[in-house]
């Protein structure tokens, strides 16, 4: 299993331009997320999915869009890049039921907006 | 207000000795479940340890174990018989909820001495 991938891993972007991050996962998880972490701080949750079709925002939503059309990938899309934009992206997914319910998280993309 | 504080920006602490990092947390939910997460310096989030929030025991993996005081809602993560591996940031997060989303720390650097 390659557990989370994401791509890019890095990626310099200029003010206005739009891409997309992509995630997936190989594990059959129905839980996937999407976070920031900015430098020196912890991680806010952006967008997340408890199934295919199914989206809702999380902590800090605004400039972001999302969608999962399959279990396996959910793409992160950026429109309109801004300079606060400027961090490290983490995708992460887990399984629904039992007791522990870990996330694995890949290994994120860092975003530079200029 | 915050859902996970942990209050402790910095800590160094000299090999093979023990090191305790504080997490308290804040939630009105009866079932929840707390992580602790490492991320070294070369940014990977890395699963340590859970804690669910109806658990006897303290739970142990290892060379880490889950300091859980429920009634003061703290989940205080000792590392024992430190290694220089072990510098690196390390967050507590705590999951509420069926989505299972996870709120963050702002996270603790180790840095392990010789």
């Known amino acids: 299993n390659a557990g989370v991938t994401q791509t890019p891993k890095f990626r310099i972007l200029k003010i206005g331009q739009s891409m997309t991050l992509q995630c997936t996962q190989d594990?059959?998880?129905?839980?996937m997320y999407w976070y920031r972490q900015d430098p020196g701080m912890g991680l806010k949750l952006i967008y997340y999915?408890?199934?295919?079709?199914?989206?809702d925002k999380g902590e800090v939503p605004n400039g972001y869009n999302v969608s999962r059309s399959t279990t396996e990938d959910f793409p992160l899309r950026l429109e309109l890049a801004a300079p606060s934009q400027t961090s490290v992206y983490f995708c992460?997914?887990?399984?629904?039921?039992?007791?522990?319910?870990?996330?694995?998280f890949g290994p994120g993309t860092r975003l530079t907006v200029l | 207000a915050q859902k996970i504080t942990q209050t402790q920006p910095g800590m160094f602490v000299q090999e093979k000795e023990a090191v305790t990092l504080d997490c308290t947390y804040d939630t009105s939910d009866p079932s929840y479940g707390l992580f602790w997460y490492k991320q070294p310096s070369s940014g990977e989030m890395i699963f340590l340890i859970y804690?669910?929030?109806?658990?006897?025991q303290n739970a142990t993996e290892g060379r880490y174990s889950l300091n859980f005081q429920k009634a003061r809602k703290s989940a205080n993560l000792v590392i024992s018989a430190s290694q220089l591996g072990d510098s690196a940031m390390y967050f507590c997060?705590?999951?509420?909820?069926?989505?299972?989303?996870?709120?963050f720390g702002a996270g603790t650097t180790v840095t392990v001495r010789a």
């Open positions: 992460a997914s887990t399984r629904r039921g039992g007791s522990n319910n870990e996330q694995f």
């Open positions: 997060a705590m999951r509420e909820g069926n989505d299972y989303k996870l709120s």
């Open positions: 804690q669910g929030s109806y658990d006897q």
């Open positions: 999915s408890v199934g295919a079709g199914i989206t």
């Open positions: 594990m059959n998880h129905n839980y």
